[in-house]
């Protein structure tokens, strides 16, 4: 199956076979069996998109390596909380990041989410909720008590300011002690993103959300936010020599030393 007629369908797929195919090129960097799986079975292998995937295959396997570290933070403190994935598409950090005893909930649109019923069976303890992100009634269906921690993979950028602030107040009102990780870019890292995307014949959707210091754009939304870290380092083993290509470990090293990318860490605070 590849179906490009939507400008998002290359937005959804292409972090999952980037995933897959870094699993195939840099097994001892990162393995991702279910990603392979879900891969192989949407896309043809050999097709427009999996030659994409080879350039972006480490980028995208970083942004889940660092949610997924995040949420076995969180999960020390909160081994019965429960994890929500904002805008999960067809993301599988459940099976790395699952300590046993979580609570896991994949929320997106109703016909990604039916997409993931089909490629990406759940497993126990975890549930599909077909929403829009942006509709905050899904709360409603989210238990808080135990902790309840977010991530957000690429999803944010294509949300106005206003949207996501709101979406990160909402949250720290319903959800005290708990808090979120997702990542973005600069300004600069958002127009580069995008022209990128452009140039490899993938249009995708608009771009708008970006951050040049996290700590400084979200202090002032609200008092409900505790402890905001900005992510921007990369994790050991992605500067171990022989691992990556010397010119890719160079790039990933280039975007977080010039801020482009990083990730931001929210903790809400505790009634």
């Known amino acids: 199956m590849e179906n490009h007629n939507h400008p998002a369908a290359d937005t959804l797929l292409l972090p999952l076979v980037a995933r897959a195919r870094c699993g195939e090129r840099y097994p001892e960097l990162f393995r991702d069996p ?9 896309v043809p292998p050999g097709s427009r998109l999996w030659k994409m995937a080879d350039a972006a295959a480490p980028l995208y396997a970083l942004r889940q390596e660092v949610l997924v570290r995040a949420v076995r933070r969180y999960l020390k403190k909160h081994p019965r909380g429960v994890i929500v994935n904002l805008g999960c598409g067809l993301d599988t950090s ?14 997106d649109l109703p016909e990604v989410i039916e997409l993931r019923e089909t490629y990406l069976p759940r497993k126990e303890r975890e549930e599909n909720l077909a929403r829009d992100v942006l509709d905050l009634s899904w709360m409603e269906k989210i238990p808080g008590s135990g902790g309840c921690y977010f991530i957000a ?36 890292g958002v127009a580069l993103s995008q022209k990128t995307a452009r140039a490899a014949g993938n249009p995708g959707a608009l771009m708008h959300f970006s951050v040049r210091d996290p700590e400084r754009t979200f202090r002032t939304w609200s008092p409900a936010f505790g402890k905001i870290t900005c992510l921007n380092r990369l994790p050991k083993a992605y500067l171990e020599p022989g691992v990556l290509p010397l010119a890719l470990r160079l790039r990933l090293r280039a975007l ?6 990083k990730f931001a860490e929210i903790r809400f605070q505790n009634r």
């Open 256 to 261: 977080f030393a010039s801020g482009m990318l």
């Open 153 to 188: 993979g690429g999803l944010f950028y294509y949300f106005r300011e206003e949207q996501v602030k709101t979406l990160l107040q909402a949250l720290a009102r319903r959800f005290p002690g708990g808090g979120i990780c997702f990542d973005c870019e600069s300004p600069l």
């Open 34 to 42: 279910l990603a392979l799986q879900a891969a192989r079975a949407l």
């Open 94 to 107: 459940f099976s790395r990041a699952d300590n046993g005893s979580c609570r896991w909930i994949n929320l």
